[in-house]
């Protein structure tokens, strides 16, 4: 376009320049890496007669449907150079976008430099998370990290007042109606698309954010362990530079919304799952083979569980979970085994509960499940026949396939004014190996008990506090859960362990593990009571003693780890 041209295209709208309210378009820029749904702006632009501005592919692309497209080079009269790099990085882009139609001032200027306005910006961005999930290599993946998207998007959300910008193709027919109709956008409408807008560029900055924290950690040359510190505090430096991978002095993620769930918890909350596009795999992004929709409960049912049985991996381990809590949870030496074993700790609670396998659902696990109401299956993968099974005679049973263990890293628990960011709690404390505890009173335990000891201690970092744990043969018999002490959880698994198997005595004989230290020796006095042979748990009281003794009175094995598993 020509000096002349321009000052005419401006001169076309000058009525309709100085206002803070409803402005008409007339002028477009258009650079869109998607070219999906142009031809709806096209035959808009075509009916109007709109002035559009245009680069590379996305110009060709306009061209091919129709349009009369003005290039970015003829109006920066510089080409577009460095395989595409700078394009739009130009003044008589921005400033085009960025004067204020309010202020006389920056119209004046626009007439001096022989710059038309914009009145809309379209633009969405190179496709970043898609080749970082593609899994090109880092050079392909800078390639795609956009500069002049983001800056024509910030300019024209900066100076909604003056531009409208569209980021979301899903506002390609609003904006072709509002340019046939000669109606354009109001002030307010003005807002909520620059509110979009800015929305999108954080969620990509956020992306690239998370992506290059990742792949391009703080070298050693930069650590002060490495030349600051000496010997006798290289350890703790170390630990602190953990902690600030970990920990950054932003916390930056963005979450992508997937779907509106029905309800949150409650009928009366909004809810939806949103997920991490820097992720795949993952239970959010679950194949649901089977049944109807996952609910907000489901969700958080089922990551319970799928947490809790990859503790225990290669070893073959379902859990049974409700209201977040397993009601069982076990060791077999096939899925069926592990199932029948988790299930028989609390019958009566894992109906309506969630169950979770770390192996393939096989036909005669499935038979195992048929007969009783089970919310949402969820595991790596199923066998034909045993999908068939689930999906035939269990047609509302949610059947989730995940294509991957779990691998969260951080925890982030929102409170008012701001939120909670923790590493998510595993068993990879010191204390957690065998190996690494003490024994306080009794015998060393024999094989049997030990391996009993070691399921029990796995099994309660997926338990709410307080969290008292009996376990016998690789699988839980009694739990006591989120109580507010530790005397009424130890009391809850005996009477569980106790009174959910044909009255059967399960407490005698099995092992029992506290989430954390017993206060006081009446906790275990409890348990000794109900005829349990082995005990674990972290120490750490002040009146540990005091347990010891109670312990070594009644010959108990007990080991202290410590290490604790809290689960609030």
């Known amino acids: 376009m020509t000096a002349v041209q321009q000052t005419q295209s401006q001169e076309l709208h000058a009525d309709v320049l100085i206002t803070t309210g409803t402005r008409s378009i007339h002028r477009v820029l258009v650079s869109v890496f998607h070219k999906e749904g142009l031809e709806v702006l096209a035959k808009a632009f075509i009916q109007a007669g709109t002035e559009v501005v245009s680069t590379g592919s996305t110009a060709a692309r306009l061209a091919e449907l129709g349009v009369n497209v003005v290039e970015v080079s003829s109006v920066t009269g510089f080409p577009e150079s460095l395989d595409g790099r700078v394009k739009t990085l130009d003044p008589h882009i921005h400033a085009g976008i960025l004067a204020d139609m309010n202020n006389a001032d920056h119209v004046k200027q626009l007439e001096d430099l022989h710059i038309a306005p914009f009145d809309a910006v379209v633009v969405n961005l190179y496709p970043f998370v898609d ?9 392909a993946i800078i390639e795609k990290i956009d500069i002049g998207g983001p800056s024509m998007i910030r300019a024209a959300a900066k100076n909604h007042k003056s531009v409208a910008v569209i980021t ?19 002030l307010e409408e003005r807002e909520y698309l620059a509110g979009k807008a800015f929305e999108h560029t954080a969620a990509y900055d956020a992306a690239i954010a998370q992506w290059s924290s990742a792949a391009w950690p703080k070298p050693e040359t930069l650590s002060n362990s490495a030349a600051c510190v000496d010997e006798s505090t290289s350890v703790d430096a170390n630990a602190d530079e953990r902690k600030k991978v970990l920990l950054p002095s932003q916390y930056t993620r963005t979450w992508r919304l997937e779907h509106e769930l029905r309800y949150g918890e409650n009928p009366h909350q909004e809810a939806g799952l949103y997920v991490d596009p820097l992720h795949k795999g993952g239970l959010a992004q679950a194949e649901l083979l089977g049944g109807k929709p996952m609910s907000y409960n489901n969700y958080v049912d089922a990551d319970a569980a799928w947490r809790a049985v990859w503790d225990f991996a290669p070893q073959i381990a ?9 009601c069982g949870l076990a060791i077999g030496a096939t899925a069926a085994e592990a199932h029948k074993k988790a299930h028989a700790c609390d019958p009566v609670s894992a109906y309506g509960g969630v169950i979770a396998a770390n192996t393939k659902v096989t036909l005669e696990m499935a038979e195992s499940v048929r007969p009783i109401f089970t919310e949402v299956i969820v595991a790596p993968d199923y066998e034909p026949e045993a999908l068939e099974l689930l999906r035939t005679k269990k047609k509302n049973l949610r059947i989730l396939k995940v294509a991957n263990p779990p691998v969260l890293d951080l925890q982030v628990h929102p409170i008012d004014g701001g ?65 507010v002490n530790r005397v009424d959880s130890c009391h809850l698994a005996v009477e569980r362990a106790n ?26 006095q409890i348990l000794i009571e109900a005829g349990v042979s082995a005990i674990v748990q972290p120490g750490g009281s ?27």
């Not at 899903?170 to 956008?185: K, M, N, P, V, W």
């Not at 009174?499 to 275990?524: I, K, N």
């Not at 347990?547 to 070594?552: C, D, I, L, S, Y």
Request: proline content about 4%.
């Open 168 to 186: 979301d193709p899903a506002d390609y027919q609003l904006l072709a109606d509002r340019i046939t109709s000669g109606e354009g956008f109001s």
């Open 542 to 568: 002040i009146r540990d003693e005091e347990v010891f003794e109670a312990a070594r009175a009644a010959g108990v094995t007990m080991y202290v780890t410590g290490a604790r598993h809290f689960f609030h």
């Open 419 to 483: 939120a909670l960011v923790q590493s998510a709690d595993k068993i990879d404390a010191f204390g957690d190996n065998p190996e690494n505890w003490k024994l306080v009173s009794g015998d060393p335990a024999d094989e049997t008990t030990l391996r009993d000891l070691q399921f029990a201690w796995r099994s309660l970092r997926c338990v709410k506090s307080n969290a008292i744990l009996l376990a016998h043969d690789n699988a839980t018999v009694g739990i006591g859960m989120g109580q």
């Open 318 to 326: 379902v859990a049974v979970c409700k209201h977040n809590n397993p």
């Open 131 to 139: 080749t970082v999930m593609s899994g090109a290599d880092s050079d």
């Open 499 to 524: 009174t959910l198997a044909d009255g059967a005595e399960r407490a005698r004989g099995a092992v029992a593990a506290s989430d954390a230290f017993f206060p006081f020796a009446d906790g275990p």
